[in-house]
């Protein structure tokens, strides 16, 4: 079994990166950071330095690695050090909301792009982003976030069109948008305040709830946005 996990330098990726070795022992593992790679040594893990927005970097990640089994975009935007989402579309600009579909959308992208090839079996493969609930149409009911909100529907409309094309392309895969719910990680944390403690998940127990929805998804259920508890979300 050949695994990438695209930001593992993350909190969750790297919670990833851990469980996979722990419960994956015959997988070979792919591991991208962007500036700090993470103190995780094992013979099995591969660690890349990768800017995920760069088309040449992923053209040249897929031209180091053969077949994959899995591949997961962890990687993702949600503030900046000068600038928090928005409150109110009059706080709208132009840069923040183009970092965040350059951010959340744009390597996933460039990941089928390069990688589709990666992923075509005759057994199950599966093709995974970390999206966000927030980027539902259907469940956004208090507004709000307006760049994020839009980055994420973006995302959830390219995992989407991905499927249906792959379907006759790659008919063994799965691909599906993942909702992992509040993490406490650095993406999270100036928000974390109102958050209640039951409702603030640890990185390793959303690792855990994606190692089980990869254990139980079929390729029948490509095409689809999931939550962190195997829930289906509406796009």
């Known amino acids: 079994m050949k695994i990438l996990i695209i930001g ?39 660690w890349y330095q990768l800017d995920a927005t760069s088309e040449q970097d992923v053209r040249a990640l897929a031209n180091s690695i053969t077949s994959l089994d899995i591949l997961i975009n962890a990687a993702g935007s949600l503030h900046l050090p000068s600038r928090k989402p928005e409150k109110s579309v009059n706080e709208f600009n132009p840069d923040f909301f183009n970092h965040n579909i350059q951010s959340n959308v744009v390597p996933t992208m460039y990941l089928a792009k390069y990688f589709a090839k990666h992923l075509k079996s005759k057994q199950g493969t599966y093709f995974i982003a970390i999206s966000a609930r927030i980027g539902s149409i259907e469940d956004n009911k208090i507004g709000g976030w307006i760049s994020y909100r839009c980055s994420k529907a973006a995302l959830n409309m390219a995992i989407k069109t991905i499927s249906i094309e792959w379907k006759h392309k790659l008919p063994n895969c799965c691909v599906f948008a993942f909702h992992p719910g509040t993490t406490d990680t650095n993406l999270s944390k100036p928000f974390q305040r109102n958050v209640p403690s039951n409702k603030l998940f640890t990185s390793d127990y959303v690792a855990y709830c994606l190692l ?14 999931f939550s962190y508890d195997g829930t289906e979300i509406p796009w």
Do not use: C
Not at 212 to 225: C, N
């Open 8 to 46: 593992g330098s993350g909190g969750i990726g790297t919670a990833l990166v851990s469980l996979f070795v722990t419960s994956k022992p015959e997988a070979i593992i792919y591991a991208t950071y962007r500036t700090h790679r993470p103190l995780i040594e094992n013979n099995r893990v591969r």
């Open 212 to 225: 089980e929805l990869l254990d139980a998804a079929e390729p029948t259920d490509s095409g689809k946005f």
